[in-house]
């Protein structure tokens, strides 16, 4: 009932930048916080940035100053803007939101398919 749908990855040199968007679609009330992940090759998923809905964000020490986080509420959708990027930023990024379909039902965790980042010279 709920789709979140990830664009904007692909490869760049070191020092580069890519935009990633999330948006999330179907049967949606409300969304609470919304965040990337990423899941580099053979590591675990982790914590990129986070944004609440009122624009309240947090970073992984790794990124801070590099990336930004943003969302636009009336599309449902949220952006990683991603500068200075490093060879030790590629990696599969994940759009994960908290979403409430009705008043009366619990948030549960909603995540996208993944998009690649790759970064080589």
């Known amino acids: 009932q709920v789709q979140l749908v990830e664009s904007g990855g692909g490869s760049v040199q070191p020092g580069g930048s890519l935009t990633l968007s999330c948006a999330a679609s179907?049967?949606?009330?409300?969304?609470?916080?919304m965040a990337w992940y990423r899941q580099p090759p053979g590591k675990q998923r982790e914590l990129v940035a986070r944004i609440s809905s009122r624009g309240t964000t947090n970073y992984a020490d790794s990124v801070k100053g590099r990336f930004t986080i943003s969302r636009d509420n009336a599309k449902n959708t949220v952006y990683l803007q991603m500068s200075s990027l490093e060879p030790e930023d590629p990696a599969v990024y994940y759009c994960?939101?908290?979403?409430?379909?009705?008043?009366?039902?619990?948030?549960?965790?909603?995540w996208g398919q993944g998009t690649q980042v790759t970064v080589s010279s």
């Open positions: 179907g049967r949606i009330f409300s969304i609470n916080v």
């Open positions: 994960n939101a908290e979403i409430e379909t009705n008043p009366w039902s619990p948030r549960f965790d909603s």
